[in-house]
């Protein structure tokens, strides 16, 4: 009996507040290194982690530097407030090299040397940028120990859940924007107040959405009969 009592004493948790920019519209993953748990703070920068006398803990997100504090008796018991400073990314050094240009352009493109790859070769008309959620994807792979904070605090799993539910929307209005109102309503039969439900239900099929890829407007007609019947007939299910 007197066992267990021992070791729910020392089920402690470490606690408090982080103060930061913007941290009601961002996350901060907290890490105990030392027994490999994890939280996150909430929209008002509240947090708490189960934590021991001498375990290291880690404060990061992307928009912060990283913070970390050794606990002592004094973390656990009282409130710890945490202070984040943005991160700042700071452009590399530019050279700039003096060329002798004449003002001619014909004459002067062969003098300048850019270190770009011209993307119209791969079939972009202008540099592309990669969309917020798949930045944060990025990051959430590369560094030392971002992987391992992404990992224990299941942020990882839950960037790729977003990524997909952004892919299957963007799926959805690539749908509603080829095929018309009429043909879904009319003639595959689905009752007007479904068409976006309707839409979305494609948009999950990676078949479906091949063919809307393809841009073959008979071949996708005769896929959305398909996708129609099983659509009412789930409707039929779950009513």
Do not use: W
Not at 208 to 216: A, E, G, L, Q, R
């Amino acid at each position: 009996m007197i066992f267990p009592s021992l070791l729910m004493a020392q089920e402690t948790l470490m606690k408090g507040r982080i103060y930061a920019d913007s941290i009601g519209e961002y996350q901060v993953n907290i890490i105990n290194i030392d027994q490999q748990i994890g939280s996150v703070s909430n929209t008002k920068g509240n947090y708490e982690i189960k934590a021991r006398v001498g375990d290291s803990i880690l404060f990061t997100s992307l928009q912060h530097r990283t913070y970390t504090i050794k606990v002592d008796k004094k973390n656990l018991e009282n409130d710890t407030s945490i202070f984040l400073e943005l991160q700042v990314n700071e452009l590399p050094e530019v050279t700039l090299n003096q060329y002798n240009l004449s003002g001619d352009l014909t004459k002067d493109i062969d003098k300048v040397k850019v270190n770009f790859v011209d993307q119209r070769q791969f079939g972009f008309g202008v540099p592309r940028e990669l969309e917020k959620i798949d930045r944060e994807l990025y990051i959430s792979s590369t560094g030392m120990l971002t992987p391992l904070i992404y990992a224990i605090t299941g942020e990882t799993k839950r960037l790729k859940q977003r990524k997909a539910n952004a892919t299957v929307r963007s799926n959805q209005i690539k749908i509603m924007r080829q095929v018309s109102s009429d043909l879904i309503t009319k003639d595959l039969k689905i009752p007007e107040k479904y068409i976006e439900d309707f839409a979305y239900f494609c948009a999950e099929d990676l078949k479906t959405m091949s063919i809307v890829n393809k841009n073959d407007p008979l071949a996708l007609i005769d896929e959305l009969k398909l996708k129609a019947i099983a659509y009412l007939k789930l409707k039929e299910t779950q009513e």
